[in-house]
């Protein structure tokens, strides 16, 4: 079966420093692993998908992600955090049949 | 492209009422639409799929008589909380999938129902 853990219910940074949300995944097969924004009453977004193409994905907004097969990992990284980032991030895996999983979410706040 | 609206975006019901709320890819066919519930501050929570013209399939848990599901198009699914329960208020959230060569397995994401039942 497929799960995906978010390590951090909260992560708080100042505007203009790094960012990193993490993400441990478990799958049974080489997993379809994504990463979606969700702001406030909006729809969810999709920030970037991995699909066993290259490793490090390149995403929307300046946000990245590496799949590291060895730690099960797919965290989510950007280099600079902009106020405009404040939002709920769910780290999803494919769970096969067109579904999918979605971990507990990451609420990122940005202070100025 | 590839826009998903939700109607209505938030209703208010009295219990033992009701509610239907809609799903419709405003520019793309959908062969699969799905169906999610997220209570606050929690992770989003498949309910069931659904196929254009075939019954929906329900996660384990979920009443399928009371959470009706109908997809009659390619545009439009539905859901209908029938006799709305306080434990029913949730946020109810909609995505659609094409799965054809330009959307790919992607799915695309309405911008949520809030139902609050008193």
């Known amino acids: 079966a497929q799960s995906v853990t978010q390590l951090d219910s909260h992560v708080s940074v100042s505007e203009g420093t790094p960012v990193l949300l993490r993400c441990n995944y478990s799958?049974?097969?080489?997993?379809?692993l994504f990463w979606y924004v969700q702001h406030p009453n909006k729809g969810l977004q999709l920030l970037l998908k991995?699909?066993?193409?290259?490793?490090l994905v390149k995403g929307i907004n300046g946000f990245e992600a590496e799949f590291k097969k060895s730690e099960t990992s797919f965290h989510l990284t950007k280099p600079s955090a902009h106020m405009s980032d404040a939002a709920e991030y769910f780290c999803?895996?494919?769970?096969?049949?067109?579904?999918?999983?979605f971990g507990s979410g990451t609420r990122l706040l940005v202070r100025p | 492209g590839a826009v998903v609206s939700q109607h209505p975006s938030w209703v208010i019901c009295k219990s033992g009422t009701s509610v239907k709320i809609e799903c419709r890819s405003l520019?793309?066919?959908?062969?699969?639409m799905f169906w999610y519930r997220q209570f606050p501050k929690q992770s989003l929570m498949l309910m069931a799929t659904?196929?254009?013209?075939?019954?929906?399939?329900?996660e384990q848990g979920v009443e399928k008589d009371k959470f009706l599901i109908n997809h009659a198009s390619l545009t439009l699914s539905t859901l209908t909380v029938t006799s709305a329960h306080p434990e029913d208020s949730s946020f109810y959230i909609c995505?659609?999938?094409?799965?054809?060569?330009?959307?790919?397995?992607?799915?695309?994401f309405g911008p949520g129902t809030r139902l609050t039942v008193l």
């Open positions: 520019d793309f066919q959908a062969t699969t």
């Open positions: 799958s049974s097969y080489s997993p379809s």
């Open positions: 659904s196929n254009e013209g075939s019954k929906a399939t329900y």
């Open positions: 999803v895996v494919s769970g096969g049949s067109y579904k999918l999983i």
């Open positions: 995505s659609a999938g094409a799965l054809t060569s330009v959307l790919g397995d992607e799915q695309f």
């Open positions: 991995y699909t066993s193409a290259a490793t």
